[in-house]
C-alpha cells in the first residue's frame, strides 16, 4: 500500500527558511511523480511544485520561483520542499501528493495524483 506523509511544518517569521519532508512509503522505485500543494485559509488549493523522480525535472509556481527547492533522496524514499525567504503570504497547510510515472504529466494538475498526504501547517508570522 502507498501511503505519503508530510512534516515539518511550523510557525516562522517573514524570511525565515523552512524545510517540508514527504516520505513516500510503497514505491518499490523512482517511477513517481511527486507534487506540493498548498491550501490557504479560505481559498481553494493550489498547485506549488513538482518533481518527476524518474526523469529529475522540476516545476515551480511562479510565486515560488527563485525561493523554493524541491529535491529527492530516493535512498529515503522522501521529497523535500525547501522554502526560504517565506512571506506571510504562504501560509497554508501543504499537502504533498504521489503518482507512479507514466509519461508526460500536467504537473499543477490534482488529478495526476493518486496518493495524497494530510498535510502540515505552515505559518508565517511576525
Known amino acids: 500500500e502507498v501511503q505519503v506523509v508530510e512534516s515539518g511544518g511550523a510557525v516562522v517569521q517573514p524570511g525565515d527558511s523552512l524545510r517540508l519532508s514527504c516520505e513516500m512509503s510503497g514505491f518499490s522505485s523512482d517511477n513517481y511523480i511527486m507534487g506540493w500543494f498548498r491550501q490557504a485559509p479560505g481559498k481553494g488549493r493550489e498547485p506549488v511544485s513538482s518533481l518527476n523522480g524518474r526523469l529529475g525535472y522540476t516545476y515551480y509556481a511562479e510565486f515560488v520561483k527563485g525561493r523554493f527547492t524541491v529535491s529527492a533522496d530516493n535512498a529515503k524514499n522522501t521529497v523535500y520542499l525547501q522554502m526560504n525567504s517565506l512571506k506571510p503570504e504562504d501560509t497554508a497547510v501543504y499537502y504533498c501528493?504521489?503518482?507512479?510515472?507514466?509519461?508526460?504529466?500536467?504537473?499543477?494538475?490534482?488529478?495526476?495524483?493518486?496518493?495524497w498526504g494530510q498535510g502540515t501547517q505552515v505559518t508565517v508570522s511576525s
Open positions: 501528493a504521489a503518482a507512479y510515472y507514466g509519461g508526460p504529466y500536467l504537473w499543477g494538475l490534482e488529478q495526476e495524483y493518486t496518493y
